[in-house]
T-cell receptor, first 112, second 115 residues
């Protein structure tokens, strides 16, 4: 059972525009959510996270939004840059455990 | 560079052979994780160590898989009697208890190919 889903395998955006990556989850016990970025031949790199007590967290060009009632989170990148081209994974975890559940990833391509 | 390192980076083996991978976490990190990633999928949790104690283990970690972290520093992941379905990227990550929750630092992975 895929508890964390990223339904868009790929996304192309023009440089300077907004990139919106989406993630849905099914397990209501998840209370902490994260986004990672992965370049080829490298391990994932942590980007930004959000606790379930918040609905928004911002870090520079990256903002994560959480809609608990819809069990949905999204990552906004503004403005998008060519260096943002990578695979983005969302992940979720429940307090008291360390079993992070990752989505299948969305490949973002930012066009110059 | 004091990031997470993994060795070997690539391993090709024949079905039925045993393989062992090593992960060296960031030195002050007491938490260590192993994941498996196959093509088109995200990392799948395998196991978690806090210091030398293995505190969580996925059902994916069958009895052919074993992980150790004997002194709470480096860790090894062994796969016995490898099968073709074991072909994947094996990722190790570490984190600090004082760091932002969930901030795992990943190594570059070991790519296993079972022929």
């Amino acid at each position: 059972d895929q508890q964390v889903k990223q339904n868009s395998p790929s996304l192309s955006v023009q440089e300077g525009r907004i990139s919106i990556l989406n993630c849905d989850y099914t397990n209501s016990m998840f209370d902490y959510f994260l986004w990672y970025k992965k370049y080829p031949a490298e391990g994932p790199t942590f980007l930004i996270s959000i606790s379930s007590i918040k609905d928004k967290n911002e870090d520079g060009r990256f903002t994560v939004f959480l809609n608990k009632s819809a069990k949905h989170l999204s990552l906004h990148i503004v403005p998008s840059q060519p260096g943002d081209s990578a695979v983005y994974f969302c992940a979720a975890v429940t307090s008291g455990t360390y079993k992070y559940i990752f989505g299948t990833g969305t490949r973002l391509k930012v066009l110059a | 560079d004091t990031g997470v390192s993994q060795n070997p980076r690539h391993k090709i083996t024949k079905r039925g052979q045993n393989v062992t991978f090593r992960c060296d976490p960031i030195s002050e990190h007491n938490r260590l994780y192993w994941y498996r990633q196959t093509l088109g999928q995200g990392p799948e949790f395998l196991t978690y160590f806090q210091n030398e104690a293995q505190l969580e283990k996925s059902r994916l970690l069958s009895d052919r898989f074993s992980a150790e972290r004997p002194k709470g520093s480096f860790s090894t992941l062994e796969i016995q009697r490898t099968e073709q379905g074991d072909s994947a990227m094996y990722l190790c990550a570490s984190s600090s208890p004082g760091g932002e929750r969930g901030t795992q630092y990943f190594g570059p992975g070991t790519r296993l190919t079972v022929l």
